[in-house]
């Protein structure tokens, strides 16, 4: 049974940077996109970035040049580095993991208040 276990949300001031990790266990394939969702109160769940197991990277443009996806595929771990935040940041983000199947993490929350 693959597992997701994201860490690193809290609250932060506006302009300030949160580092949200993800460490999938459990998968006897390899792990092959892994990427962040969010999802606000009362909106949809968005893309908000993605990386390919060869470290091509894709960002929703909302967040472009402000977040940062990373990965270290020895660990099966995603990293999502968070800079410049805004309130309209704040959202339950969800890691996610294709190996074979689509996993989810638990999400974490994200607050971006004054």
């Known amino acids: 049974q693959v597992q997701l276990v994201e860490s690193g949300g809290g609250l932060v001031q506006p302009g300030g940077s949160l580092r949200l990790s993800c460490v999938s266990s459990g998968s006897i394939f390899p792990v092959g996109v892994m990427g962040w969702y969010r999802q606000a109160p009362g909106k949809q769940r968005e893309l908000v970035a993605y990386?390919?197991?060869?470290?091509?990277?894709n960002y929703a443009d909302s967040v472009k040049g402000r977040f940062t996806i990373s990965r270290d595929n020895a660990k099966n771990t995603v990293f999502l580095q968070m800079n410049s935040l805004k309130p309209e940041d704040t959202a339950v983000y969800y890691c996610?993991?294709?190996?074979?199947?689509?996993?989810w993490g638990q999400g974490t929350q994200v607050t971006i208040s004054s």
């Open positions: 996610y993991a294709d190996a074979l199947s689509m996993y």
């Open positions: 990386i390919t197991r060869g470290g091509t990277t």
